[in-house]
């Protein structure tokens, strides 16, 4: 079932499948991507419990393997609406026999939206119900419509990545893991030109806050869509070899494994550790410009 929060210039629309935005239509504009099977079957999907891939698809847990898929499964989960105001809506998932075959604890997941004006504030919280130490990844991965309209090039767009300073990246090789570490990424005033190659070796993943925020421009320059986080790392991908005419920005806390991890669920990077009965609280906000 789909939830829509709007206001006199925005419209925003949210599915109980996966908790993730499916549209955002401004001035008769379509922000978010539609979810073309043909380049990426989604939208926005919730990363959890784990952000990116695993080394042999498999974490370690108290010395027993697991079995986890890319991004984990809040993405293929139907949520439960549990609340709805005028400009917000709150969705949940729990553990359920299921997850836990999957990923050995119990928690509660939420996810919120909030609509302001032309910015869509998305919120998380992560309880650990269970009666043991959890430990988890959680990320978001937007897609913005790149071209915005039809008669436009996506090679004639930038990104804005708001500093003064150049940036690196880590390079994701064989099994969607962790190749390499900073390799650089040139930009002129802030500003990185969408062309052809940009995703030849997929996502550029920006880790140690480098920045805290990140804009789509038009061929003039001119920013509609800003998204602004705390997280401590962020991905920027759309498919490789597919020109795509999307842009993911992903802020991200946690990753994919490096190729030559060795460790359990525990030791991941960037991963975060609940004691039972304790939360996680997380945002990230998205400015339709």
């Not at 043909?38 to 080394?55: M, N, T």
């Not at 390079?171 to 940009?198: K, M, S, T």
């Amino acid at each position: 079932m789909q939830y829509t929060l709007k206001n006199n210039q925005i419209a925003v629309t949210i599915s109980d499948a996966g908790a993730e935005i499916v549209s955002v239509i401004k001035d008769g504009a379509q922000y978010i991507w539609h979810g073309d099977p043909a380049f990426w079957g989604r939208h926005a999907p919730v990363l959890f419990p784990i952000v990116g891939s695993l080394k042999d698809k498999t974490f370690i847990h108290q010395g027993k393997s697991y079995m986890m898929n890319q991004h984990g499964f809040a993405r293929d989960t139907v949520f439960s609406l549990v609340s709805q105001t005028e400009d917000t809506l709150w969705f949940e998932m729990t553990s359920s026999p299921e997850t836990v075959e999957k990923y050995p604890f119990e928690f509660k997941l939420a996810v919120g939206y909030t609509l302001t004006g032309t910015t869509v504030k998305v919120m998380w919280k992560v309880t650990n119900t269970g009666s043991e130490t959890m430990y988890f990844s959680i990320g978001a991965h937007p897609a913005f419509s790149c071209p915005l309209h039809s008669d436009e090039k996506q090679s004639d767009y930038y990104l804005d990545f708001h500093t003064d300073h150049d940036l690196t990246t880590s390079v994701i090789g064989e099994g969607g893991l962790i190749a390499a570490y900073d390799q650089p990424v040139c930009l002129d005033h802030g500003l990185l030109p969408v062309h052809d190659h940009l995703f030849d070796n997929d996502a550029l993943i920006i880790e140690h806050h480098q920045t805290q925020k990140v804009s789509l421009l038009t061929p003039d320059k001119k920013p509609y869509v800003t998204v602004t986080f705390d997280a401590p790392l962020f991905g920027v991908w759309s498919p490789v070899g597919k020109h795509a005419p999307f842009v993911c920005i992903e802020p991200w806390y946690g990753r994919c494994d490096a190729h030559d991890f060795n460790g359990e669920l525990k030791d991941r990077v960037y991963g975060n550790t609940l004691e039972t009965g304790c939360s996680f609280d997380a945002d990230y906000t998205i400015e339709f410009n």
